[in-house]
C-alpha cells in the first residue's frame, strides 16, 4: 500500500510454513513493514500454528494468525494486522478494481513448485495505521482510497533450495490524475529464478488497463537485468539491486520498466551454518513506458519489488 500525499507505503504479509497440519514442524509469521516521514519500520513476529491461533481455509484465501487476519467479503479483503506487543495495527480494507491475474505456476524441481496469482493489482485502501499505540507517542495515519495491491503464494520448497525470485507491481499514481481516480494502468511482473539469478524458471508480465488484462508476456520474451548491486554489513554474502530494468516483447507490444530502489528491508532466512537466504523488501520508483496495441503506456509511480537471493 502506497499513500503518496503523506509520504507513507507499507507491505505486510501473512505466511504459513512447514507442515502446516503438525504444530511442531510448522510456523506462522507476521511481517509488517511501513516507512513514514518520521522514519522506517519492521515487525517481524513468529508463532506456532495451534488450532486455537491460527485458522486456514483451503477454500478461501481467510487466515488467521493469533489476533491478525486476511478475511475476504463482499467489499474486499478486510486486513488486520496487530504486532505481538500491541504497539503496532493496521486496519484496512482493500478493495479490488481489476480482475485477478492467471494462476502463474513455476515448477523448477521434482516435487517442487511455487504458485503465484495476483488477487488485484490496483486497489483502493480505506484504513488506519496505528503506531506507538497507548503510548505518549501513539499517531493514527488515515488511508483513504490510497493505492493497494495483494496476492497470495504458495507451493513446496525448501529455503535450501537452489532457488531465488523477482517480483513486482505499481499502478498508476493518482498524483497524474484529478481526483482521487487510481489511473488506468498497472503491472505485475513474476520470475522464479536459481539462487544466483543466473537463469530463469518461468517469467510473467501483466500490463492491466482499467479492469482488463490488455497483455501478458511470458518467459523468454521478458528479459531482466539488476545494477548496482548493494550489501549492508550484516549481510555481506546477499546483495540486492539498487536498479532493475525489466525489458519484454511479443509481437507489435513492448514494454520497459525501470525500477530504483529508494528503501530496504532485509528478511533473513538461515539455510545453514552462517549462511542465509534474503528476501529483500523494496520500494521505489518505477519509470513505465512500452506500447500495447498500437497506444502508448507511459507512467512514473512509486511501487514494490522483492528479490530474493
Not at 506487543?85 to 516435487?111: H, Q, R, W, Y
Not at 503506531?131 to 488511508?143: D, I, N, V, W
Not at 497470495?152 to 531465488?164: E, F, K, M, R
Amino acid at each position: 500500500m502506497i499513500d503518496e500525499e503523506q509520504g507513507l507505503s507499507l507491505m505486510t504479509t501473512l505466511k504459513l510454513s512447514g507442515d502446516i497440519y503438525n504444530s511442531s514442524n510448522s510456523l506462522a509469521t507476521i511481517v509488517l513493514s511501513y516507512s513514514t516521514p518520521d522514519g522506517e519500520k519492521f515487525i517481524g513476529d513468529i508463532y506456532p500454528i495451534t488450532p486455537d491461533q491460527v485458522e486456514f481455509s483451503s477454500e478461501t484465501p481467510d487466515l488467521r494468525i493469533y489476533s491478525s487476519m486476511v478475511m475476504l467479503n463482499e467489499e474486499g479483503y478486510h486486513v488486520y494486522v496487530e504486532s505481538a506487543d500491541s504497539l503496532t495495527v493496521f486496519n484496512a480494507m482493500f478493495k479490488p478494481f481489476t480482475e485477478p491475474s492467471p494462476l502463474f505456476i513455476a515448477p523448477f524441481e521434482p516435487g517442487r513448485v511455487v504458485n503465484w496469482l495476483v488477487a488485484s493489482p490496483k486497489m483502493k485502501v480505506d484504513g488506519t495505521l496505528t503506531t506507538s499505540k497507548g503510548t505518549a507517542q501513539e499517531k493514527t495515519y488515515t488511508l483513504k482510497n490510497t493505492r493497494g495491491y495483494h496476492d497470495h503464494n504458495w507451493g513446496y520448497w525448501l529455503w535450501q533450495d537452489d532457488i531465488g525470485w523477482d517480483w513486482g507491481q505499481a499502478s498508476e499514481s493518482k498524483n497524474h490524475l484529478d481526483g482521487n481516480d487510481v489511473g488506468k494502468y498497472a503491472f505485475c511482473f513474476g520470475n522464479v529464478t536459481d539462487n544466483e539469478h543466473t537463469k530463469s524458471r518461468g517469467a510473467v508480465l501483466n500490463i492491466w488497463k482499467n479492469k482488463k488484462i490488455i497483455a501478458r508476456f511470458e518467459d523468454e520474451e521478458i528479459q531482466i537485468q539488476h545494477d548496482y548491486m548493494t550489501t549492508i554489513p550484516q549481510l555481506s554474502n546477499n546483495p540486492f539491486p539498487m536498479v532493475t530494468v525489466l525489458t519484454a516483447d511479443s509481437g507489435e507490444n513492448s514494454m520497459s520498466i525501470t525500477f530504483n530502489t529508494e528503501y530496504f528491508t532485509p528478511i533473513p532466512i538461515e539455510v545453514g551454518p552462517y549462511k542465509y537466504l534474503v528476501i529483500w523488501e523494496l520500494t521505489g520508483t518505477y519509470d513505465v513506458n512500452g506500447c500495447i496495441d498500437g497506444k502508448t503506456v507511459s507512467y512514473t509511480s512509486k511501487g514494490f519489488m522483492e528479490y530474493v537471493a
